[in-house]
């Protein structure tokens, strides 16, 4: 079966940094591009950031430049260092396992979790 844990939420204080991870087993995980999504309290679920499986990133405005997704396909796992925390950024983070179509961003049927991300002082 498919699966997609992630890990690495907690509580940080503002201007502070943390790194999720989400491990993936049971798909062809290099083939597919990953996302991450945030979902706030009364908010949608957004779109952070994806990566294709050929590396390539885009970030949704908000966070651009301060967070960073990456993958290690060896491992089946991708990331989400995100730094310079803003309390805005607290969400509920959900992995995805998801296809680029025309250049966007489409989520697939699997999602992980989520990891509570908590950013307060």
């Known amino acids: 079966q498919v699966q997609l844990v992630e890990s690495g939420g907690g509580l940080v204080q503002p201007g502070g940094s943390l790194r999720l991870s989400c491990a993936a087993s049971?798909?062809?995980?290099?083939?597919?591009?990953m996302g991450w999504y945030r979902q706030a309290p009364g908010k949608e679920r957004e779109l952070v950031a994806s990566?294709?499986?050929?590396?390539?990133?885009n970030y949704v405005d908000s966070v651009k430049g301060r967070f960073t997704i990456s993958r290690d396909n060896a491992k089946n796992t991708v990331y989400l260092q995100m730094n310079s925390l803003k309390p805005e950024d607290t969400a509920v983070y959900y992995c995805?396992?998801?296809?680029?179509?025309?250049?966007?961003?489409?989520?697939?049927?699997?999602w992980g979790q989520g990891t509570q991300v908590t950013v307060s002082s």
């Open positions: 049971g798909i062809r995980f290099s083939a597919n591009a």
């Open positions: 995805n396992a998801g296809y680029i179509i025309s250049s966007d961003y489409q989520p697939g049927r699997y």
């Open positions: 990566i294709t499986g050929g590396g390539s990133t």
